[in-house]
């Protein structure tokens, strides 16, 4: 598998909440993308780009367990921009053998953003619950934190948690940063491999010390 397919992950199940509807547990919970739709402030390509490195961030915080799997989760971003599709979702995670599917949504207007996540009755596509992120995490180069801790308050739900240790904040990761990291997601995921270990090294340079893109440019073997 390859790009954003490796990391968007699957994490075990212990319960299921109960909230707008009642699911049972057996499988584990899918990490879907992330939506942008409705932001202001950057082009529709970085919103896209930042979406799909969102999305990969806070799989990578809830792999906190044993059992950890991958599957591929398909977007619409060529006829429907900063949207998560989530028919495609749901039958990806299905066929996975999840119940869960959670998927994230980002505000941002000009800087001021707002996280939250979705947990969703795979199989029926019903709301289960939704997770907001930390008020006191509400600007847009406090982004890496506040999936970080997005993270944390998800694992807090029995069908999700518990994790076996909290999610560290991930602090001085640049938007800039996590752009290029999304981009090269999205490169890596259309196969274009060089291009898509230039993103990383961007990002790289972007962010000193961004973990997630030192293990993407291992990845792509350059």
Request: charged share 20%; net charge neutral; proline share 5%.
């Amino acid at each position: 598998m390859s790009g954003i397919c490796q990391l968007i992950a699957i994490i075990g199940l212990v319960s299921v909440p109960v909230g707008v509807a009642t699911a049972q547990t057996g499988g584990p919970v899918a990490v879907g993308g992330f939506e942008t739709d409705g932001s202001v402030g950057l082009s529709r390509e970085d919103y896209a780009s930042l979406g799909r490195a969102l999305g990969a961030l806070l799989a990578a915080d809830l792999d906190g367990r044993a059992e950890a799997r991958v599957i591929p989760i398909a977007g619409t971003p060529a006829t429907r921009p900063g949207r998560v599709d989530l028919n495609a979702a749901r039958r990806a995670a299905t066929a996975a053998g999840s119940t869960l599917l959670v998927v994230g949504s980002l505000l941002d207007q000009y800087g001021d953003v707002h996280v939250e996540a979705r947990i969703i009755n795979a199989a029926t596509g019903e709301p289960i619950a939704v997770i907001r992120g930390d008020p006191a995490l509400a600007s847009r180069e406090q982004l890496g934190e506040a999936i970080a801790a997005l993270a944390d308050r998800l694992a807090q739900e029995p069908g999700v948690g518990p994790r076996t240790a909290r999610a560290s904040l991930r602090r001085g990761v640049s938007v800039e940063g996590l752009v290029q990291f999304g981009r090269g997601l999205g490169l890596e995921e259309a196969g274009d491999r060089v291009k898509a270990a230039e993103a990383y090294r961007a990002a790289l340079k972007a962010a000193p010390g961004f973990s997630e893109a030192t293990a993407a440019l291992a990845r792509v073997g350059r």
